[in-house]
C-alpha cells in the first residue's frame, strides 16, 4: 500500500448532499431506528422475517467498523495520510468503556469484590491511579474522547512538524501501535493483560445483555455512523476539505501558496483519531470483550483494506468496504473458515490492481457505461 494517489475525486463545494443523498441518509435512519428494531423485537422469533440478536450484534459490530473506515478515508483518501496505527485509537475508546462497564459489575464477579476479577486474582489490593474515575460514565465517556485524541495530536505534532510521511509515516505508526499492544499484554499496567476485560454485567445499572439494551445500542451505534458521515461530508465540501486534498495531491505547492499543512494534517489526524475511540467505546459493550488484540498489525491494516475495498476519497466507499469486508468474513469463517485469509487477500490484490477506485468506482464506471449505451 502506498500513500500515492490515483485520480481521486477533489471535494466538490456546494449542498451538502443531493436529494438522492438525502433520501439514502433518511432512508438508513429509518432502517438503523425503525424497521431493525421492529423486526428484532416485535416480530415473533418463529417469523421468516424476525432478525436474530445474532445479525443484530453484527450489524452494530460492522457500524463501528465502519466509523473508523470513514476515519481512514478522512486521512488516506482525502489527505494521502496512510495511518497503520489506527485500531489504536480504536482500542483505547474501547478500553474506557470497558474499564466502566467492570465497575459497573461489582460484587457480582466471581469473587465478590469490588475490584475487577482480574485484580483480585493477582492480589491486587487496591485500584490503580488511572482506574479512579472508571466509576463514573460521563468522565470516561470524556476520556474516550480526549485519550485517543491527545495521543494524536501529541504523536502528529512531532511526526508531521518533522515532515515525516508517505511509508516511513505507515510505519512508525505500526511501531507505535505494536508498543502499545506489548504494554497491554503486561498484567501489572492493570488492564486485564492478555484476557483484557469481558463478562460484563451492566450498563448504566441496566443489564446489558436484554435485548432491549442492546437494540439501544445498536440504534446508537447507527446514528453516530450517520452523524459522522455527514460530519465528514460537510468538511470535505469545504474550504479545509479543499485545502487537505491539494495537501493530498501537492504539499509543496500547497506550502508555497501561504498554508501551513501542519495546522489542517494535524487537525484531520486528531479528528480522526477520536472517531475512532468512539467506535471502539460502542463495540465493547455490543461485542462484550476488549483485549490487546485489538491492537494487533493485523487490525490497522484491516481498517485501510475496508476503506481501499470500498473506494477512497468517497465517503460512502469505506463504509460500503467495512460492511462487505466484514460480512464476507463472517460468511467465510463460519462456511470456509481455512480460506477466509486467502479471500482477503485476493480481494485486497484484486482491488489493488482492477479496482484503484474500489467497489464505489466500480458502480460509478458501470453507470457511465450505461449512459453511454443509452445516449
Given at each position: 500500500m502506498t500513500t500515492t494517489t490515483l485520480n481521486l475525486?477533489?471535494?466538490?463545494?456546494?449542498?451538502?448532499?443531493?436529494?438522492?443523498?438525502w433520501s439514502g441518509v433518511l432512508l438508513a435512519t429509518l432502517v438503523v431506528t425503525a424497521l431493525v428494531p421492529v423486526l428484532n423485537l416485535l416480530v415473533p422469533a418463529d417469523s421468516v422475517f424476525h432478525l436474530s440478536d445474532f445479525y443484530v450484534q453484527l450489524a452494530g459490530k460492522i457500524m463501528c467498523y465502519a466509523i473508523c473506515a470513514?476515519?481512514?478515508d478522512l486521512i488516506w483518501g482525502y489527505t494521502g495520510i496512510l495511518s497503520l496505527g489506527h485500531g489504536l485509537f480504536f482500542a483505547l475508546g474501547g478500553y474506557g468503556m470497558g474499564m466502566y462497564l467492570m465497575r459497573q459489575i461489582g460484587r457480582d464477579g466471581n469473587?465478590?469484590?469490588?475490584l475487577p476479577d482480574f485484580m483480585v486474582f493477582l492480589d491486587w489490593k487496591a485500584l490503580p491511579w488511572h482506574w479512579a474515575w472508571s466509576d463514573s460514565f460521563a468522565l470516561q465517556m470524556l476520556l474516550v474522547l480526549v485519550v485517543p485524541g491527545l495521543l494524536a495530536f501529541v504523536f502528529g505534532f512531532f511526526a508531521f512538524r518533522s515532515r515525516i510521511k508517505g511509508v516511513y509515516?505507515?510505519?512508525?505508526?505500526?511501531?507505535?501501535?505494536?508498543?502499545?499492544m506489548l504494554l497491554f499484554f503486561r498484567n501489572e499496567t492493570g488492564f486485564g493483560g492478555n484476557n483484557g476485560f469481558t463478562d460484563f454485567k451492566r450498563i448504566l445499572d441496566i443489564p446489558i445483555a436484554q435485548p432491549s439494551t442492546r437494540m439501544v445500542l445498536f440504534v446508537i451505534t447507527g446514528l453516530t455512523l450517520i452523524g459522522f458521515y455527514l460530519m465528514a461530508r460537510a468538511i470535505v465540501n469545504s474550504k479545509f476539505g479543499r485545502v487537505l486534498q491539494a495537501i493530498r495531491d501537492a504539499e509543496s505547492r500547497v506550502m508555497f501558496t501561504g498554508y501551513n499543512p501542519l495546522a489542517y494534517k494535524l487537525a484531520i489526524w486528531t479528528l480522526s483519531a477520536v472517531m475512532c475511540g468512539v467506535a471502539g467505546a460502542l463495540y465493547v459493550p455490543q461485542v462484550g470483550i476488549i483485549n490487546p488484540g485489538e491492537m494487533s498489525a493485523a487490525a490497522s491494516i484491516e481498517i485501510a483494506i475496508w476503506a481501499a475495498v470500498g473506494g477512497r476519497a468517497t465517503l460512502i466507499g469505506p463504509i460500503v468496504g467495512a460492511f462487505f469486508v466484514n460480512g464476507a468474513k463472517s460468511w467465510f469463517t463460519q462456511v470456509f473458515p481455512e480460506f477466509w485469509l486467502y479471500f482477503l487477500g485476493a480481494l485486497f490484490i484484486a482491488v489493488t490492481l482492477f479496482l484503484p477506485q474500489g467497489l464505489v468506482?466500480?458502480?460509478d464506471r458501470l453507470k457511465g457505461a450505461k449512459k453511454?449505451?443509452?445516449a
Amino acid at each position: 500500500m502506498t500513500t500515492t494517489t490515483l485520480n481521486l475525486p477533489a471535494p466538490r463545494r456546494g449542498l451538502l448532499l443531493t436529494p438522492a443523498g438525502w433520501s439514502g441518509v433518511l432512508l438508513a435512519t429509518l432502517v438503523v431506528t425503525a424497521l431493525v428494531p421492529v423486526l428484532n423485537l416485535l416480530v415473533p422469533a418463529d417469523s421468516v422475517f424476525h432478525l436474530s440478536d445474532f445479525y443484530v450484534q453484527l450489524a452494530g459490530k460492522i457500524m463501528c467498523y465502519a466509523i473508523c473506515a470513514l476515519a481512514m478515508d478522512l486521512i488516506w483518501g482525502y489527505t494521502g495520510i496512510l495511518s497503520l496505527g489506527h485500531g489504536l485509537f480504536f482500542a483505547l475508546g474501547g478500553y474506557g468503556m470497558g474499564m466502566y462497564l467492570m465497575r459497573q459489575i461489582g460484587r457480582d464477579g466471581n469473587y465478590q469484590s469490588d475490584l475487577p476479577d482480574f485484580m483480585v486474582f493477582l492480589d491486587w489490593k487496591a485500584l490503580p491511579w488511572h482506574w479512579a474515575w472508571s466509576d463514573s460514565f460521563a468522565l470516561q465517556m470524556l476520556l474516550v474522547l480526549v485519550v485517543p485524541g491527545l495521543l494524536a495530536f501529541v504523536f502528529g505534532f512531532f511526526a508531521f512538524r518533522s515532515r515525516i510521511k508517505g511509508v516511513y509515516f505507515s510505519i512508525i505508526t505500526q511501531a507505535m501501535t505494536f508498543a502499545a499492544m506489548l504494554l497491554f499484554f503486561r498484567n501489572e499496567t492493570g488492564f486485564g493483560g492478555n484476557n483484557g476485560f469481558t463478562d460484563f454485567k451492566r450498563i448504566l445499572d441496566i443489564p446489558i445483555a436484554q435485548p432491549s439494551t442492546r437494540m439501544v445500542l445498536f440504534v446508537i451505534t447507527g446514528l453516530t455512523l450517520i452523524g459522522f458521515y455527514l460530519m465528514a461530508r460537510a468538511i470535505v465540501n469545504s474550504k479545509f476539505g479543499r485545502v487537505l486534498q491539494a495537501i493530498r495531491d501537492a504539499e509543496s505547492r500547497v506550502m508555497f501558496t501561504g498554508y501551513n499543512p501542519l495546522a489542517y494534517k494535524l487537525a484531520i489526524w486528531t479528528l480522526s483519531a477520536v472517531m475512532c475511540g468512539v467506535a471502539g467505546a460502542l463495540y465493547v459493550p455490543q461485542v462484550g470483550i476488549i483485549n490487546p488484540g485489538e491492537m494487533s498489525a493485523a487490525a490497522s491494516i484491516e481498517i485501510a483494506i475496508w476503506a481501499a475495498v470500498g473506494g477512497r476519497a468517497t465517503l460512502i466507499g469505506p463504509i460500503v468496504g467495512a460492511f462487505f469486508v466484514n460480512g464476507a468474513k463472517s460468511w467465510f469463517t463460519q462456511v470456509f473458515p481455512e480460506f477466509w485469509l486467502y479471500f482477503l487477500g485476493a480481494l485486497f490484490i484484486a482491488v489493488t490492481l482492477f479496482l484503484p477506485q474500489g467497489l464505489v468506482g466500480l458502480v460509478d464506471r458501470l453507470k457511465g457505461a450505461k449512459k453511454e449505451e443509452r445516449a
